[in-house]
């Protein structure tokens, strides 16, 4: 099993910025990918961005350009978020994943306001 534990969400106003982390424990394999993923009510989850081990990244394209994700080791990983839009409003879930094993964090809301 692996724990995801997620931090920075909050409010701020559009053009503003954020900075998520999440941080995983338990059974952790040297390879995976770790990223975040967003959610709005009455919507499917959708991908933000994500990085493996050997930093390999992928974005959604409606945040190139103004989000960063980045990891310091096999259990930490970043989401640096500028130019925030009020569009960008979601709770934004941690993602982990090796091989067929796949596991969320409990979510944290990002809300930005206009």
């Known amino acids: 099993q692996v724990q995801l534990v997620e931090s920075g969400g909050g409010l701020v106003q559009a053009g503003g910025s954020l900075r998520l982390s999440c941080a995983a424990s338990?059974?952790?394999?040297?390879?995976?990918?770790m990223g975040w993923y967003r959610q709005d009510p009455g919507k499917q989850r959708e991908l933000v961005a994500t990085i493996t081990t050997g930093g390999r990244t992928n974005y959604k394209d409606s945040v190139k350009g103004r989000f960063t994700i980045s990891r310091d080791n096999v259990k930490t990983v970043y989401l640096q978020m500028n130019s925030l839009k009020p569009e960008d409003t979601a709770v934004y879930y941690c993602?982990?994943?090796?091989?067929?094993?796949?596991?969320w964090g409990q979510g944290t809301q990002v809300t930005v306001s206009s």
């Open positions: 993602y982990y994943n090796w091989g067929r094993s796949t596991y």
């Open positions: 338990g059974s952790l394999f040297s390879i995976n990918t």
